[in-house]
């Protein structure tokens, strides 16, 4: 099997098994993958798209084709020297439903459940009324009107004796309770049963046994089926003389039912986010992480599986422990599989998301991040800083929202905090609140006041958490904390300092192995902890992806996941910086520009991103645009509907995502188009929670803006706007591909493993899910890849895709024919000088006397206006040079996309010839270039 180079994420469900994958292992070999990177394999809720909710850990989830096929398509992998990489879920399982048998039994057993202890649950909840209970907030409106109406159902299965089903719901019930049922009837057999079963509060053996009897004698005595019939016939709710016997059954269980609603204010356990169908799972328990990873450890030590890839990692309440006792489980599993561990060793990577000075922790034992970070590098580092001003000052001032970013972050956080998360904010702040309890010198301080500074700390808090151990803050935790204790502070009252200050001592400025070991002192510090740094990563991920960023929309290109949007854009020398140091201590970090959870696809933020160079001609067609659709715009409550702030951000995504041969005349095609757009209009206007949201959707605004939609794009009174529309995206599309063209190369060179998104071979301009999944149409991939033509050639056809896939697979050719240059090889910026050198971005790469020069153009767009392809005459690069390191002068090289030799003379090189046929340069010593097999 080869080493790691390239990986393509793929993601599997239903209607995309494995063996529908099986005829793709030729074409990503041929294109230069060396590993298929799987969304979630285990089994998951019948009919997941994405497979994150997971049910049964221990079993290949049958409807991608269970274990077999899973065999079949390493089998084939292996065959063509590749490997798979599957996608993890450490920290939730689906719960609800009916499928998730560890939920189910923890609901029919309580705390007596062998599962109890794998799901994150407080069982002793500040609410009297939840002693010992879980909520259920699975209902879809007030549980009273629920059980009045009759849409409780009690029934009877043999083999799992009796339930309550709603819909898709199943609420088993406990077997001590099924004497309440059985008593109902007058026959003597069920009052024996009714017995036996009241007598086995904690004998789960005895129980079943007794569930069996009775199962057999229903089998054999048409009577007892009878008498049990009409015992369920007395929790009949569509009577309403039977609602007082269901409620006072279901008192009787270890969880309380209730409606959706009460999720945010009253949960009792862990959840993924505000997700009440994902419940949080203990991995910090032995025996929850030897059951999670079973059947994943089996396939690994059989060879199936050559890599892992961790799901929300700061989900975990110790991600450093977690990870660690991973990789030494994992390294001792190879040590002994066939073939020994994969070569370069087996990785693991953590979806992780970083911010500004935020570094991933070194000593996890882990090979790095999925590579958000690296998105947004190569994001910023394509946006002109000089469109910041204009674009931020327009936006301000046309819809009347903050121009600050990290303004609309606190406001969103705090929204989420008082609303989604509240029970979970709650939580933390009654742990807190017993920590002071426990020494009478702070036992005075009330949980009124460590809310308020609670929520003050969460809302200035710089990154999504501190990863603090029981010996206290360590690495950059202090100097983060330290942050948001500063932006805390001026928004607390002089009495409330004193209260921050314990605060900060309390999660980590105070070593909890301080306090005396056993005590509960130190016990609650611990669990204070948790609940805050598993608290404050949830919170940042709604306020900042699912809120701020929908609400914020100077320019959308520089809003996505993992992106820092108040830095509008780095420089050369920024870019140069993170990935030096990604060279020197996380060399395999993946590197990816497309996932399944981004909101604008790479291509199409990489055309968004033109607007930067050009945002006086935007800001100009913006304002034309708003005028022209006044005849489309609806009115809400006194407010145009759309709102300013909507409509703007229509545009933008219209510009970016415009399919290149859409004509705005085109009624097919602009119908094909709209029904891409509308699912993104509707969650963009949910998700900024202003107008609607996800809690109460507003009917009549959501009906306003998607009526100007349709209007816009298939009204006679849109028509003027479409062809201006059109206009713009022809002015900044050639722009925007060559951009696509500079983020893949700069994703195939850079220090790390690159991650090729399913379908973003051609050109993606896809939207937030669910666009972002479609099927991808492999045919013509397949049918280009086969072709001979040179990349300078296919750029005559660019708008179909080829050139794109072109330059993918002749990076990834080199990246085959010499693996250790890319993943060991020195970084070196390289200096560019001369007329243009703020629009070049060059560096080298060298391991062992081989190496490597990378060219790119930045922000082309002054050179490509009016352009018709991506590209532009060599003259305008004027007298720009590279310098070129001394061990690098005298040599030859081979250019990878023209094919042509260039030597280094005089230590420079000049971008005019070196960029003269193909706007990208890729340059690899001449000795080391022959014989390499041309694509």
Not at 232 to 247: G, I, K, Q
Not at 541 to 560: H, I, P, Q
Not at 767 to 774: A, G, K, S
Request: net charge negative; with cysteine.
């Amino acid at each position: 099997m080869s080493q790691l180079r390239a990986t393509v994420r793929l993601q599997f469900h239903k209607d995309f098994t494995f063996d529908d994958a099986l005829p793709l292992v030729d074409y990503y070999a041929d294109l230069g993958i060396s590993h298929f990177y799987a969304s979630p394999v285990t089994t998951a809720r019948a009919g997941s798209v994405h497979g994150y909710d997971v049910v049964d850990p221990t079993r290949v989830n049958p409807e991608l084709g269970g274990e077999e096929a899973l065999r079949r398509l390493v089998a084939r992998l292996h065959e063509r020297g590749m490997g798979l990489i599957v996608d993890f879920v450490p920290n939730h399982m689906s719960v609800g439903g009916s499928e998730n048998f560890w939920w189910l039994d923890v609901l029919k057993w309580g705390r007596h459940s062998p599962y109890a202890r794998f799901y994150d649950i407080n069982w002793h909840s500040p609410d009297p009324e939840l002693q010992g209970q879980l909520l259920l907030p699975f209902l879809g409106s007030a549980y009273g009107d629920i059980l009045q109406a009759g849409e409780l159902k009690l029934v009877f299965d043999e083999k799992d004796g009796f339930r309550v089903e709603y819909y898709a719901h199943h609420f088993p019930i406990s077997p001590p309770t099924y004497a309440d049922i059985l008593r109902q009837g007058d026959q003597p057999e069920l009052r024996l049963f009714a017995d036996a079963f009241e007598a086995r509060e904690d004998d789960r053996e005895g129980a079943e046994e007794a569930l069996r009897q009775l199962a057999d004698s229903l089998k054999q005595n048409p009577a007892t089926r009878a008498a049990l019939d009409k015992c369920l016939e007395a929790f009949d709710a569509t009577d309403a003389a039977n609602h007082e016997r269901l409620h006072a059954l279901l008192e009787r269980q270890h969880y309380r039912l209730a409606s959706w609603r009460t999720a945010s204010d009253d949960i009792n356990w862990r959840r993924f986010f505000d997700i009440t169908e994902l419940g949080g799972l203990r991995m910090e328990r032995p025996e929850v992480f030897e059951a999670m990873h079973e059947m994943t450890f089996r396939l690994i030590r059989e060879g199936l599986v050559d890599g892992l890839r961790l799901d929300h990692i700061d989900g975990l309440a110790n991600p450093r422990s977690y990870c660690r006792k991973l990789r030494r489980q994992i390294d001792d599993i190879c040590a002994s599989r066939p073939g020994g561990a994969p070569e370069g060793g087996f990785p693991i990577y953590v979806e992780k998301i970083l911010a500004e000075g935020e570094h991933l922790r070194e000593d996890w034992g882990i090979d790095g991040t999925t590579g958000y970070e690296f998105m947004n590098e190569v994001s910023s580092v394509m946006h002109d800083p000089t469109g910041e001003k204009p674009l931020t000052e327009f936006w301000a001032e046309r819809t009347g929202r903050p121009a600050d970013f990290m303004e609309e972050v606190r406001e969103a956080r705090r929204l989420v905090v008082t609303t989604a998360l509240a029970s979970e904010f709650e939580s933390t702040a009654h742990t807190l609140h017993v920590v002071a309890q426990q020494d009478w010198r702070t036992r005075d301080t009330s949980l009124g006041a460590i809310r308020r500074v609670l929520l003050e700390l969460i809302v200035h808090f710089p990154v999504y958490r501190t990863y603090v151990s029981a010996a206290g803050f360590t690495g950059e935790d202090e100097k983060f904390f330290q942050k948001a204790v500063e932006g805390a502070r001026p928004n607390l009252s002089e009495a409330e300092l004193p209260v921050l200050d314990l605060l900060h001592q309390w999660l980590g400025g105070k070593a909890p192995c301080r306090q005396s070991a056993g005590s509960l002192a130190r016990r609650e510090q611990r669990r204070a902890i948790t609940k805050f740094q598993q608290l404050t990563s949830p919170v940042a991920a709604k306020a900042v992806e699912d809120t701020a960023c929908y609400r914020s929309g100077a320019l959308l290109s520089r809003n996505d996941v993992g992106f820092d949007p108040q830095n509008f854009s780095q420089t050369p020398e920024e870019f140069h910086e993170t990935s030096q140091w990604r060279s020197e201590h996380f060399p395999r970090n993946m590197l990816t520009t497309a996932t399944h959870d981004h909101k604008r696809g790479e291509d199409t933020r990489a055309r968004l991103a033109v607007l930067s160079e050009m945002a006086t001609d935007y800001i100009e067609a913006a304002s034309h645009w708003m005028k022209l659709a006044a005849p489309l715009r609806g009115t809400y409550a006194d407010k145009p509907a759309p709102t300013p702030g909507d409509e703007l951000m229509l545009y933008q995504t219209l510009l970016a995502s415009w399919p290149l041969n859409l004509r705005a005349d085109d009624a097919e095609g602009l119908k094909a188009y709209l029904e891409r757009l509308l699912p993104w209009q509707e969650k963009a206007l949910r998700e900024e929670k202003l107008e609607s949201d996800w809690w109460t959707p507003n009917a009549d605004y959501e009906t306003a803006c998607r009526r100007f939609l349709e209007g816009l794009l298939t009204g006679e009174q849109g028509t003027a706007l479409r062809h201006s529309l059109v206009e713009m995206v022809e002015r900044i599309a050639p722009a925007g591909a060559l951009n696509g063209l500079v983020q893949a190369l700069l994703r195939m060179t850079a220090p790390g493993v690159p991650d090729l998104y399913q379908g973003c071979d051609f050109w993606d301009f896809s939207l937030v899910e669910p666009d972002n999944r479609r099927a991808v149409n492999y045919p013509p991939r397949i049918a280009a890849l086969k072709e001979s033509k040179a990349p300078a050639e296919l750029l005559k056809e660019w708008k179909d895709g080829r050139v794109k896939q072109r330059v993918i697979a002749l990076t990834l050719a080199v990246r085959q024919a010499h693996p250790e240059l890319f993943t060991q090889g020195s970084y070196t910026p390289l200096t560019v000088v001369g007329a243009q050198a703020e629009h070049v971005l060059a560096f080298a790469r060298e391991h062992q006397g081989k190496a490597a020069i990378l060219v790119v153009p930045l922000r082309s767009w002054p050179f490509l206006n009016n352009a018709s392809i991506p590209f532009f005459e060599a003259t305008a690069w004027q007298d720009t040079r590279i310098k070129v390191p001394d061990y690098l002068a005298g040599r030859s090289f081979t250019e990878t996309f023209s094919h042509s030799s260039v030597h280094v003379k005089q230590s420079e090189l000049k971008v005019s010839e070196l960029l003269a046929n193909f706007p990208l340069g890729l340059l690899i010593t001449q000795d080391l270039a022959q014989g390499e097999t041309q694509q």
